[in-house]
């Protein structure tokens, strides 16, 4: 295997975790049993970041869309964070870790708003691996609270329309302070966002991988890597090996 290039290593990774179903499926398993394999790869996935030395790993966990499932999976998929919260949660401070949330509290239960909020709160002085979990997390609804904040904000005669560009929004958005994702990762084959980090991801290199989330981890991670590393990013100018700067 080529060797990652130490210096080459993305700050922020994102993740789209997708397959829990198709990999129960493949198995003859309920679904309920993906998700939860899902959560060990998470595990593995968090470990890995941290090692490799990503600074920020978000991960899509639920979208805003996902309540259009049966309520059965909906409950599973709430009482697996509720769980994975209460036993991991100790861990990864431990580990100096700092876990953001990212998407919209109202709708989710009291319960579940207390864990996340509790998990916000006991790592926030953390300075190793940021670990964003994207939660009832929705980028068209993110752009467009941005957009009633910012038109707010001028209303009250705190902003001037004329102060409102890139930086501004990025400001309003949920993950203000993170920087935007170098990578995003989707695994389980299909290729497409989902709904996830619009604005964030304008600039990131996109790597499909074919397995299933429950399969992911460090050697998967690593291999996305590798293809990342070997991608030339223009961001509009000239290649590298053209003149233009990496
Ligand atoms: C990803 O796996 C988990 C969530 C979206 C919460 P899926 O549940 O989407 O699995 P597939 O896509 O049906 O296989
Ligand atoms: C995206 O996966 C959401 C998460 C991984 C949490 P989905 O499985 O919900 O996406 P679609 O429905 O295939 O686009
Ligand atoms: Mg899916």
């Known amino acids: 295997m080529t060797a990652l290039i130490p210096d080459l290593i993305p700050q922020h990774v994102a993740i789209i975790m997708d397959g829990n179903g198709r990999w129960a499926s493949q198995r003859g398993l ?4 993906g998700h939860r394999r899902g959560v060990e790869a998470l595990r593995k996935t968090i470990r890995a970041a941290e090692e490799l030395g990503i600074r920020y790993l978000t991960v899509y966990s639920f979208s805003s869309e996902n309540w259009k499932r049966p309520a059965t999976e909906v409950s599973d998929l709430m009482g697996l964070l509720r769980r994975f919260i209460r036993n991991d949660l100790a861990e990864l401070h431990s580990r100096n870790i700092r876990v953001r949330v990212i998407g919209v509290k109202e709708g989710l239960a009291p319960d579940i708003i207390a864990l996340l ?4 709160q006991l790592t926030k002085n953390n300075t190793g691996l940021t670990f964003v979990v994207a939660f009832n997390y929705g980028a068209r609804r993110e752009i467009a609270n ?4 910012i038109a707010q904000a001028v209303k009250a005669g705190e902003i001037n329309t004329d102060a409102i560009d890139e ?3 990025s400001n309003y958005l949920n993950t203000v302070g993170i920087p935007d994702p170098e990578l995003v990762i989707r695994t389980s084959g299909e290729q497409r966002l989902s709904n996830f980090l619009l604005w964030q991801s304008s600039y990131s290199e996109f790597v499909f991988t074919s397995g299933h989330w429950p399969d992911f981890g460090r050697d998967a991670l690593e291999e996305a890597l590798l293809v990342y590393q070997s991608r030339d990013r223009r ?3 000239l290649s590298s090996a053209m003149g233009g700067v990496r």
């Open 167 to 169: 930086k501004l929004v």
């Open 235 to 237: 961001f509009g100018g």
């Open 146 to 149: 941005a957009a009633r904040l």
């Open 30 to 33: 309920p679904r309920f049993e």
């Open 117 to 120: 909020d509790e998990s916000e």
